[in-house]
Each structure stands twice: as C-alpha cells, then as structure tokens.
C-alpha cells in the first residue's frame, strides 16, 4: 500500500545514455513534483505538474522531460545522460487546495539514486 | 527570489535532551507556508511540522515545536526530549504556489 513509488530505486548507467524513472501515487492526488538532490544533499524542485498539466518548470537542461500519462503517474525521462546528472531524484504528490487552513503536505517517494558511469 | 538558509550543518544532542535547529528565509510574500522535514538515513522525506505564515500561534507535533518570529522570517525546530531515531537530516522549507523551496539542511546526531 505504498503511497508513492519509483522505479527504480537505483540506476547506474554510462554516459551518454537515456534513462527513465516511473513514479506513481495510490493517494488520488492532483499535484505531482520531481525534485533532484545532489550530493551535498542539497534538495531543489525540477518539475510541477497539475492534473497532467505543467505548472512548474525550473531551470533544468532541456535533456530531462516530465511526462504525465495521468494525474497518477509522473515519469522522467533523460537524454544524453551526464556526470553531473547523478543524484538522488525523488517524486512527490500533494492534493491542490487547503485542509483546515494548512496547505497539504507534500508526499515523497523513495527516491531513485542515479549514478552516470 | 524565495531562499533558506540553515546556518548549522550539523548539531549533536544528548539523549533525553533539547536540541534547537536554526532556519531563516527570505520572501516578499505575506503569505505562505514552513516546513520542516526529517531525512533518515533510509533517504525517505517524512514531514516533522508544518506552519502557515499567517498564524502567529507555533505549531507544536508530540515533541516538536517550532518558534515562528515572522517580522525576523525566523522559523526553528525545537525537539524535546531526544531519541535515538531522531537523528536524521532535518531540511526546513517555504512554500509558496506549490513549489518547496529547501534549506542546505542540518545533520542532527543523538548521542546515547
């Protein structure tokens, strides 16, 4: 009954290579994210999607591309894979709105730890 | 541009006792929300707290409250009584408009 899931959780991959990672919520969540944590731990947002539609799109290169078949799943893909690409990547959902005057959580995965060889 | 700024990369408490984790951001904006999350070594995010701008009252979970000083844009974590599974990273956050804007993040040790 996990609430949101990756796959994988771990990626070791070659330069040069494209790659995906699937994230899907159970919670019935309109708001999916993708964020990237780097080796410092430092956590920084990449992508927003808002029942399947872009909302956020941060400074990310234009070799990573969120696709979301459904308000339940936000895969990313990445083309032309790097050194500086390895990371921890985590997927998160939250329903849009307010409860009880307290903005939603935001709920993560696992997290999928992406190394480029 | 909305920024955070975790001062402490690492702090170390004695078991059974108080630790204060720092945090302060920096917004225009008049309303919005703070967070703070744990990050175990497992690397699962996991809400601690959470408080909305516009209350001055501090949130308060169990053993963990915060001190919300909105004119200084100062927003800490006080864990009482510490345990052993309280050591973790601890990133606070804001959030405006959807989007999670995270401090460095501090390294919290419990010594037993």
């Known amino acids: 009954d996990t609430a949101v899931s990756q796959t994988p959780k771990y990626l070791v991959t070659q330069m040069g290579n494209d790659k995906s990672i699937k994230c899907e919520q159970n919670?019935?969540?309109?708001?999916m994210y993708w964020y990237k944590q780097d080796s410092k731990k430092f956590l920084k947002i990449m992508f927003s999607y808002n029942n399947k539609e872009l909302i956020i799109n941060e400074t990310v290169p234009n070799r990573f591309s969120p696709k979301s078949p459904d308000k339940a799943h936000l895969n990313l893909h990445i083309n032309s894979l790097e050194l500086g690409d390895s990371a921890v990547y985590f997927c998160?959902?939250?329903?849009?709105?307010?409860?009880?005057?307290?903005?939603?959580?935001?709920?993560f995965g696992p997290g999928t730890r992406l190394t480029v060889l | 541009a909305q920024t955070v700024t975790q001062s402490q990369p690492e702090m170390s408490v004695q078991e059974a006792e108080t630790v204060t984790l720092s945090c302060t951001y920096d917004?225009?904006?008049?309303?919005?929300?703070l967070f703070w999350y744990k990050q175990p070594p497992s690397r699962q995010m996991i809400l601690v707290i959470r408080?909305?701008?516009?209350?001055?009252q501090n949130a308060t979970e169990n053993r963990f409250s915060v001190n919300f000083q909105k004119a200084a844009k100062s927003f800490s974590l006080k864990i009482s009584d510490s345990q052993l599974g309280d050591a973790a990273m601890y990133f606070c956050a804001y959030e405006y408009g959807n989007k999670l804007v995270f401090g460095a993040g501090t390294i919290l040790r419990v010594k037993s």
């Open positions: 919670l019935g969540h309109d708001t």
């Open positions: 917004t225009s904006e008049s309303d919005y929300y």
């Open positions: 998160a959902s939250s329903p849009t709105g307010l409860a009880g005057g307290l903005r939603y959580e935001q709920f």
């Open positions: 408080q909305e701008a516009y209350k001055q």
